[in-house]
Every structure is written in structure tokens, then in C-alpha cells.
């Protein structure tokens, strides 16, 4: 085996977002996706697969919405395991068929995730995370007195409901992950993040919050003592001055040279941002490990030291 590597797929791996998101059109860029991680397995790299799902949770969200008169809505939690469901069962699905295509004897399994978070967390008191549709402002303000949702302003383009996004603490599966994993099967696991759940007298309780994806993989990478984080986005590098006249891509660089740069202001919150932290406590939580920040096309290469930005311990 030549390492265990966590791979964190961006929202373009799962859906083109020039496309109306049918069914068809997903699993048409899923399929293709599931064909690059196939490479990574075939080239000897233990797998372990996990997602975004914002534009798939926010869809679902609306769905049950729209639809609340007829059947009631899914609180977000739910919503968040439906989408875990629905992109786990698309990777899942045509990773089987590459496999068959590319004689690769893998068996693959989607494990609904459990995030435990703190409910002490001090993201929960200034959610920033905007989910689901715009509402008017009338529609806001009753959503505001009737069911306690904080509701923001969105540049201009209506209100919508903000949640927090706290901390990855714990992996509810993990021992199951492990025994998946040690047994050869790829896992997907971890989808949106987790569903965030807090612990309360003993039992677990779903949260309406969003756990960042990149952040949770990490932690993900952590406990399953992988070798590689490598963050799958948009971009093939992170870059400094990104989109200015000075831009200027990152190659390999040190967690403290790349902090400098995330104190700097270079990352956009929201995007680039959370997977630069989440490469920086990779590198540093064991001598050895890297992360990569790369794009689908090019994790094959950037795995064989070719490209990416690769964030190293020292
Ligand atoms: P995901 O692939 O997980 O869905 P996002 O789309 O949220 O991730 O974030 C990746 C995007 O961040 C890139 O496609 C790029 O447009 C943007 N970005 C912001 N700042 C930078 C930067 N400094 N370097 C590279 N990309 C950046
Ligand atoms: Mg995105």
C-alpha cells in the first residue's frame, strides 16, 4: 500500500454548476469524479472519500419547504442526512461500475455521519452559514417570531436563514469507518461535513448548523491516522493574491510560511480559507503527513509530487 489518503471532494466533483441539477446531470459528473478516484485506488492508495453538499442540502431544503403545506418539513438535520443519502449512493454507485470498468476488486460503502459538536460552541452564537431559499422581508420576520430561525440579509438578493458552523469534536462512526476500512472497503463518509449532533443527557440530538467540510475531513484524517489530507476543489493551487494582477500560485510551503499568508487575508472565508486551515492541522498533527490542495484533474499528479499546493509539517 502506498499510503492512506482522505479525499475531500469540492462542490464541482458532484454537480456542474452550469447544469439544472437533475439527477442525470449529477450523476453524469459524478461518474466522472469516481473515475479520477478510481486512478488514486488503482495506483495503490488506500481511500477514503468525503464531500460538500451545500448546493444538494440547500436544494433539499427548499423541496421540503415548498412542499410544507402537504407533508411537514424536514427540520435541517434530516435534510442534511438525505443529502448524505443521495450523493453517497450516486459516488457509491458509479465507483462500482469503474471499478468493474478498470478490474479493481473494491467493495464500497456510504456510512450516514454523525459530527458531534459543542453545543458550547461560540459559533452558535454568530451563525454565519446562509441555507435554503430567500424569503421577502415579511416572510423573514414571521419565520424569525414562529420558529426561532436567525435571519439575514443576502447582497441584496432577499433574507435567508443563517445557522452556525461549529467545530468538529468527534466522529460518532469512526469505529465503524475503521473496520470498513481495514477490511479494504472504500468508505464515503462524512458527507456536508457530518450531521452535527450534541450530546444531552447521555444521547445524541441533531443541530440546525453546518460543519465545515474540509474541517471535519481533517479530523476525519486525524482519527483514521492517514497519511494525506487532499482537498479536491476548483482551483489546482491556492494562490496569494489571488485573482490580482500579482497573483501567484503556491507550491510546496511550510504550515508557517502558509498561516502567514491565511493571517495576511490571502483565503476567502467561506472557500479557500477553511481548507488552508484544515491543511495546516493536518501537517502539524504528526510528523509525516501532508495535505494537498488540488483539483480533481490534477490528484493523480499532485499526488506523485507534480503539482497542487502541498502543505508540509516544518
Ligand atoms: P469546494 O470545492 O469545497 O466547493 P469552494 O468552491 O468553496 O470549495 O472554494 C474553492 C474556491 O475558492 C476556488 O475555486 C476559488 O474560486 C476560491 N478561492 C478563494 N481564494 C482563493 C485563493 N487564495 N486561491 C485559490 N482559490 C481561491
Ligand atoms: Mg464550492
Known sequence: MKGKVVIALGGNALQDKDMVPTAESQLNTVRKTASYIADIIK??????????????????????????????????????????????????????????????????????TQVVVDKDDAAFSHPTKPIGPFYSKEDAELLEKEKGYQMVEDSGRGYRRVVASPEPKEIVELNTIKLLERNGVVVITAGGGGIPVVRENGSLKGVAAVIDKDLASEKLAEDLDADILLILTAVEKAYINYKKPDEKPLDVISSYDIEKYLNEGHFAEGSMMPKV???????????????????????????SGNTGTVVVDD
Open 43 to 112: 495506483e495503490g492508495y488506500s481511500v477514503i472519500v468525503t464531500h460538500g453538499n451545500g448546493p444538494q442540502v440547500g436544494n433539499i431544503v427548499i423541496q421540503n419547504e415548498t412542499a410544507s403545506n402537504i407533508i411537514p418539513a424536514m427540520p435541517f438535520d434530516v435534510c442534511g442526512a438525505e443529502s448524505q443519502g443521495m450523493i453517497g449512493y450516486m459516488i457509491q454507485q458509479c465507483l462500482g461500475e469503474v471499478f468493474k470498468e478498470k478490474n479493481i476488486q473494491k467493495d464500497v460503502a456510504t456510512i450516514v
Open 277 to 303: 486551515k484544515a491543511a495546516i492541522r493536518f501537517a502539524r498533527s504528526r510528523k509525516g503527513r501532508r495535505a494537498i490542495i488540488t483539483s480533481l484533474e490534477k490528484a493523480h499528479d499532485a499526488l
